[in-house]
């Protein structure tokens, strides 16, 4: 190593000198030390790294004790922060898996506080004073708002799909058509849980048509269920088919094959109700005559990350006593917001109100306007030559699989980059704190009221106004 290099090292700070600092002595009166001691070694790594690849070449301000606590400071700071964080989703994509779905109800929140902080009657049974089961408490519930026979819950949909097919096709066939191998994103692709469930998968038709007798020639002595898989993700359209939910659950019963739909984003309510595009309903699958449906708790449905089953009393008793139940099992939170979430569903004039997701997706181009204005208001002292501000026209997404082609007029406020690029603009929104998650388009930053709450409009504004400083 060259002597200045080696001199250069020399001169770098002693943890016991930063530790006397007045810095560092107030940060110690607020951390823990050991928390401290981290941030100062992680730190001092950095300043050797910087040295050995020259990056600092000289004696630099960078290395004086002062300069060094700062950092240290920072540093410190950013190790206290929690790592899962709250963030302002301004993408317009109303359930954003990497933003965690669904908001919950406020009184679903309230619940999480209320079970979660005290003892429950998770798995007692108070009338009998002994054991009971966890999936007692929604599926009364389940069943009064779907007419189901028999419901459960697991940890997932994914979850809720692979137990489902295991159960019941473990070793033997069950039979989809190829229009319907989907892959949702995140690594679930039909014919990989079909592979881990043990079954054979037996493809029919082709990837634009199935008809009924393609299912009907491929049923034998092995086949153990006939699976239908909602393609929420995608649209096949032109010259297409799909065989409807009555003919295959008719072609079950006559072979006495149970039917299964993994429905994925699972709505209990009738977009077509308030102007678009018809989504089919769990209620509607289950009356077309569906032995088992499944779908996830927090998609349109608008509640915690859960896999919802729902069919035969048979079937679900199977599927209880299946010891992959264990391992999927539901947790107490989970189920104390969900429950919560479906209560909300037996005042269907009032749930849309209720269900953040389903409010958002139904909020009225009019009232977008609106909040787009009001947002756009507090932006009114901000002067810079970073970028500036407009208000636009666009569309959000409902997300999650759900209604792809479902357009949802929106009112953006759009960054036009001026001195910085609109890559630098949309990364400094992401590091604000809270992180401001906005999307990029044609070269701008637009933020979507949609998804952006009344209450986050400070934080919004906030962290605009740091992007335009210099
Ligand atoms: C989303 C989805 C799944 C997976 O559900 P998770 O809740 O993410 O586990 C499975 N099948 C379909 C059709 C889906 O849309």
Known sequence: MSTQKQSLFREIPGVDQLLATPLMERALTSHPRGLVLNAIHQVLEDIRGKIKSGAIAGPEPELQLETVSESVSERLAALSKPSLREVVNATGVVVHTNLGRSILPETALNRLRAIGGGYSNLEYALDQGKRGSRYVHVEGILQELTGAESAMVVNNNAGAVLIAIETLARGREAVVSRGQLVEIGGSFRIPDVMRKSGARMIEVGTTNKTHPKDYEEVIGPETALLLKVHTSNFQVVGFTQEVPMEALADLGRRHGIPVMEDLGSGCLMDFARIGMIQEPTVQEVLAQGADLVTFSGDKLLGGPQAGIILGREGLMEAIRKNPLNRALRIDKLTLAALEETLRLYRDPASVMAHIPTLRMISQSYESLRKKA???????????????????????????????????????????????LSAQTIENRLRTHSPPVIARVEKDRVMLDVRTIQTQEFNTVADAIRAVSFP
């Open 373 to 419: 204005n009001r947002l756009y208001a507090r932006l009114k002292g901000i002067r810079t030559d970073n970028f500036t501000v407009q208000r636009a026209d666009g569309n959000s997404k409902v997300g999650g699989g759900a209604l792809p082609l479902q357009e949802l007029p929106t009112r953006l406020l759009c960054l036009i980059p001026r001195k």
